[in-house]
């Protein structure tokens, strides 16, 4: 009898370790699979994993938000090249552009308030008419656009346009309403010649400047849109950032003739990297330390002229800045194979200082455009 009970406990016990040896093998093979799988979905891009610090692209860094000056050049939450450039000044903001689609909106809100917090945005620049520059001022009509979701103080726009385009009317529709509700329009020629209370020259803080450039087709048709871009240089004491919009080579030369431009830190391209703007004659002026180029890197769909050189970032702008510098960024890339059809390059770029040395720090990553994969399988550096 004794024997028997001893038995089956032993086969009880029996039994026991071979369901926590089987319950073991389930558990190594599940852990296995989501290691894998959570592998393979990060390699296509699926899922955003960082392993160095978990962070969110749109925290805001505070050595950033101290820093007397900040330029920011956020991603635009889609595939496409455009335009958007916040600038911070202690509270004061500045956002130059909302491109590049009507779904950047929620984007560039979201960004926007990270650092600015209280709700204004004292001047707001839009270069020119085309939707990759304006079309988050207005949004999707299921949300909202910039100029809803910010009180804004001082709008400073393009001259002319030959624009008639839907967004461009929708832009003004909602610019007038922002003007209704108290905002100040001035174009960049009343501000090039002190008029109507509009300022050439706007002191943003003790030894920050905010001032407009003159260009000839602020007051001459131009064939190309682009070269109605509003041009703005910013200067904090002996440091310089020029932001000319998608100025053309025809703007650039009267830009060149009409200014004695300094040296700059910064250089946001021109044209999104277009071989047509970034020419030499304006680069050998300001001879650049740093350029944003704010495209899709890669992106071939809206200015596909049929050849290679008109993907952005465009090897002949490549081969022009390289005399000056090696410092390229990019906040986004084209990845066809990911359902928003774009990745994180740099991430959002900020260009920050006291007044002294000029930083840059980025979301995604620090690496420079010419260190970048995308550069070494479609483009080269020049050599001395
Ligand atoms: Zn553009």
């Known amino acids: 009898m004794a024997k028997k009970k001893e038995t089956s406990r032993k086969k009880e016990r029996e039994r026991e370790k071979k369901a926590r040896r089987v319950f073991t093998v389930i558990v190594v093979i599940l852990l296995i699979i989501a290691v894998v799988g959570t ?22 860094q505070q050595s950033i938000v101290t820093d007397e000056l900040s330029i920011h050049f ?15 000044v202690g509270n004061t903001e500045i956002l130059i552009d909302a491109g590049s ?20 945005l004292e001047y707001v620049i839009a270069t020119h008419a085309d939707q990759d520059h304006i079309a988050a001022f207005v949004g999707l009509a299921s949300g909202v656009g910039i100029f809803e979701a910010f009180k804004c103080g001082t709008i400073i726009d393009f001259p002319r346009t030959n624009s008639t385009s839907g967004t461009y009317e929708d832009y003004v529709a909602l610019r007038d309403a922002e003007v209704e509700a108290g905002a100040t329009h001035y174009t960049a020629l009343e501000c090039w ?13 003790d030894g920050i400047t905010m001032n407009f450039l003159y260009q000839k087709f602020y007051e001459q048709k131009a064939s190309d849109e682009n070269n109605y871009s509003v041009c703005m240089l910013l200067t904090q004491g002996t440091n310089n950032y020029l932001f000319t919009g998608d100025l053309e080579a025809e703007g650039e030369a009267s830009l060149v003739e009409e200014h004695e431009l300094p040296k700059c830190k910064l250089f946001k391209a021109g044209h999104h990297g277009s071989p047509t703007s970034s020419g030499a004659a304006l680069l ?13 890197c890669g992106n071939d769909t809206e200015y596909n002229f049929g050849s290679n050189d008109v993907v952005f970032p465009s090897q002949a702008v490549i081969n022009r800045i390289a005399v000056y510098t090696e410092r390229i960024y990019i906040p986004t890339l084209v990845a066809k194979d990911t359902d928003d059809g774009f990745v994180p390059m740099n991430g959002n770029i900020i260009v920050s200082s006291d007044g ?22 479609n483009r080269t550096w020049p050599t001395a």
């Open 39 to 60: 592998y393979i979905l990060w390699k296509k891009g699926y899922i955003e994993l960082d392993f160095a610090d978990g962070h969110d692209h749109n925290e805001p």
């Open 74 to 88: 956020p991603m635009l939450g889609n595939k496409y090249s455009g335009d958007c450039t916040l600038i911070k």
């Open 101 to 120: 689609r009507k779904n950047s909106a929620e984007t560039l809100i979201s960004y926007i308030n990270t650092y600015c917090t209280d709700g204004v």
């Open 193 to 205: 010649n002190n008029e109507n209370g509009a300022k050439r020259s706007y002191e943003l803080a």
């Open 284 to 296: 050998a002026e300001i001879q650049p330390e740093i350029v944003c180029v704010c495209c899709c």
């Open 356 to 377: 002294g040395e000029v930083k840059v720090t980025c979301s995604n990553n620090d690496t420079l455009l010419k260190d970048t994969d995308w550069f070494k399988a």
